[in-house]
């Protein structure tokens, strides 16, 4: 069949998994040109090393993070897997230190794969209650001297915002390579590489996609070196995201903006309504006063909102009252809001939080909100209802 031109503006879905070489010389030049790993290659050769409706995506996200390069992967955890992997040098054993109020996944992962498998040592810094006590991170900086420093801007389900800036400006001063997990912020309210971190990855699964309709993750960053060895990784173990999934996350992107600002809007009023319902102990929402990290989130985000996760805590006398509370609030606002494992939808979704933390967070009435881009006063009435149950 011939092939022809079409006038469309967009990058079509590449469905092929193989590109065809007119010869046996371009053939060699393009394998040479792809040992070289540049973002975008001229002749393409397999899907699993680049694809160009990939590649497409890729650009929609360096557009918006302001990023050098970003890579598109399978998942978010593929992106972290990657993220670290670049890192690890059989020659050489450093310590690696990493939040603890990060992705419960990543967590297993550290210990599963990082620990057990690959045998990386690791270290962890715990908040003290609600927020991080950051004299405490620099002496384990100095002490450990570690080569890579983890974190999330904004941690889960407590929504404990880090001070990004002067935790990367502690890190580089010892010489350690920051990697940030700013999927809960977005590049919306922070940018991570700006203010000198490494890499920025994100589970694209979330915001960046935000219709809950696929699974992807990205890494962001400016160095090329690093970029390289993060496409020869991601080719050599198969994280490659399909183009399927690369062209959906791209026209979804086109309104990452609009939906997050909104959600981030919503969010704050919900925050407030249950604050202010005297049916909760307590509610953690960045943008309150109230909470332990409102000035760091402000002073991080320059006022431009405060994300669009809640998590709160009914109220009841003993941890049986809060336990029915819970599942009573939960039954009342479905079916507009629906107990959904996953956060980052266009639609408001609720998780438990003691039935998915368990012994890391017991709190039986707690229930984490991830707010969508309903109309905010429909929404306020599905959460009075809930909260009237
Ligand atoms: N990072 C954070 C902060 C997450 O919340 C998640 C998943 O919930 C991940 C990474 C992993 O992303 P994925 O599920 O796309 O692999």
Redesign the pocket.
């Known amino acids: 069949m011939k092939k022809r031109e079409i006038n469309s503006v967009r990058t079509p879905v590449y469905r092929d998994a193989g590109f065809e070489l007119p010869t046996a010389g371009t053939t060699s030049g393009a394998f040479t040109a792809e040992a070289d790993h540049e973002r975008e290659p001229d002749l393409y050769i397999y899907s699993r090393y680049r694809n160009p409706t990939v590649v497409a995506a890729e650009e929609a996200i360096m557009a918006v993070e302001g990023s050098g390069w970003a890579l598109l992967l399978q998942?978010?955890?593929?992106a972290?897997d990657t993220a670290l992997s670049l890192f690890q040098d059989a020659g050489r054993q450093g310590t690696w230190l990493f939040f603890s109020e990060i992705?419960g996944?990543?967590l297993s992962y550290i210990g599963s794969i990082l620990e057990k498998r690959r045998g990386v040592e690791v270290s962890f810094f715990r908040p003290s209650g609600g927020r991080y006590d950051y004299s405490h991170l620099e002496r384990m900086i100095e002490d450990l001297r570690p080569d890579i420093l983890f974190f999330?801007t904004v941690s889960?389900p407590l929504l404990i915002v880090a001070e990004g800036r002067r935790i990367i400006s502690m890190a580089k001063k010892r010489g350690a390579r920051v990697i940030i997990?700013n999927?809960?912020a977005t590049p919306l309210l922070w940018k991570p590489l700006d203010d000198g971190a490494d890499l920025v990855i994100h589970?694209a699964?979330?915001y960046l996609s935000g219709h809950g309709n696929l699974?992807?993750?990205v890494i962001c960053g400016n160095d090329m070196t690093l970029m390289k060895s993060a496409i020869e990784y991601r080719k050599l173990v198969g994280h490659m995201l399909s183009p399927d999934d690369a062209y959906r996350l791209q026209t979804q992107m086109a309104s990452f903006e609009v939906r997050f600002s909104r959600q981030c809007e919503n969010a704050s009023a919900i925050a407030t309504i249950l604050q202010l319902s005297g049916k909760t102990d307590r509610v953690l929402y960045p943008g309150l006063e109230s909470h332990d990290t409102h000035v760091a989130a402000r002073d991080l985000t320059g006022g431009k909102g405060y994300g669009a996760m809640i998590t709160f805590d009914l109220s009841g006398s003993t941890p049986d009252e809060k336990r029915k509370r819970r599942d009573r609030f939960i039954e009342a606002v479905r079916p507009e809001i629906r107990l959904i494992p996953?956060?980052g939808d266009y639609h408001t979704i609720l998780m438990p939080v003691e039935a998915v933390w368990g012994a890391k967070y017991p709190e039986p009435g707690m229930i984490r909100l991830s707010v969508g881009f309903e109309r905010c006063d429909l929404l306020e009435e599905v959460i009075m209802r809930g909260l009237e149950a």
């Open positions: 998942s978010g955890m593929a972290i992705y996944g990543t999330e889960n997990d999927t809960f589970s699964t979330k699974t992807a993750g996953s956060l």
